[in-house]
């Protein structure tokens, strides 16, 4: 299938890439210090320069999977800088969320989506109850629209049945940490955080909430 090869070929692009490490660090260690500049948001502005912006938040995502080590990190790192979302702490609070606690569960391409939703289109009043119907219609069509980019939600088919050819399950002992690694793991794994914060961008953009 043409999404398929897509994809392939951009696993082996990630697999070859020369990462500038220090200028990634230096963007983290500006929000670690300074926060997350928090932004005046316009659809018609975002409508304009959509293309840009998707290509941009695609790129900082695999970078930031590549930096952390951590694609649901990466992926909410990426849709937070680009829309002026959240804090560091959420991104501490998605250390565990790869695979959903290296189970080989949800990717943290979705979940790490799913989160910058939660910023993006839930109220900071946490009993104004008529937004949540709203966004969890908006997160189970972007579920469905990675499923069918990728091909897999789950952490361990995307590795055995698109990246590797097998579950390398690097959370499972120290061994196989150093096998993934050994394998581009990491570099490779910012397929999903990439498309995934492509999709999300792109949604955010299309169905930006009028109350913003």
Known sequence: MEYTDRNREKIEELGNRVWDDNAIKARI????????PKKRLNKKELLANKKEILDRVQLMAEEYNYIFKNCAQGTAMALMEEF???????????????????????????????????LFYGGDDPFELEKVGPAMEIAQRFMAYFEDEIGYLLCSDIQEKLIFGK???????A?????FASAKGFEKCGLPPGIGARLAAEFMIDRFPEYL
């Not at 260690?29 to 997350?36: A, D, E, H, K, T």
């Not at 579950?167 to 002992?173: F, K, L, R, W």
């Open 29 to 36: 260690n500006g929000f670690l210090s300074g926060g997350i």
């Open 84 to 118: 002026g979302l959240g804090d560091m702490q959420v991104i501490k609070a998605l250390t565990l969320f790869p695979g959903i606690g290296g189970s080989g569960e949800m990717c943290g391409g979705v979940t790490g989506s799913i989160i910058a939703f939660g």
């Open 167 to 173: 579950n390398m399950d690097p959370g499972a002992s």
């Open 175 to 179: 061994a196989n940490m150093g096998a």
